[in-house]
């Protein structure tokens, strides 16, 4: 199993739309990729409670194979991206990762 992770980092007065994220950039993502799950999170704050968290929200999309992944953001990243500014004005961190369980 293979995750593609991103991370939204926080910053004051960061923008982060989740109506909009949850409800239409997501299954964007699953219909035009086909990721078998996508999970999304919402930072709440860092290990101190009273600090900020480190990442205002979190999403992990599951994939069969690292080449499906690849092939997806080759046909479909460029209208994945082009779809951002309708819910953040953040740039996302990335990772691919084997999921190892």
Not at 8 to 20: A, H
Not at 68 to 85: I, N, Q, S, T
């Amino acid at each position: 199993m293979i995750k593609v992770s991103a991370y939204y980092p926080y910053t004051d007065g960061v923008r982060f739309d989740f109506d909009y994220y949850t409800t239409s950039h997501i299954p964007l993502c699953q219909t035009r990729l086909g990721c078998s799950r996508v999970e999304v999170a919402k930072g709440i704050s860092d290990a101190n409670p009273n600090d900020p968290p480190c990442y205002v929200a979190t999403a992990d999309l599951y994939f069969d194979t690292v080449d499906a992944v690849h092939e997806g953001f080759k046909a479909h990243g460029r209208e994945l991206f082009a779809d951002m500014p309708n819910y953040t004005d953040c740039k996302p961190q990335f990772i691919i990762t084997e999921v190892l369980d």
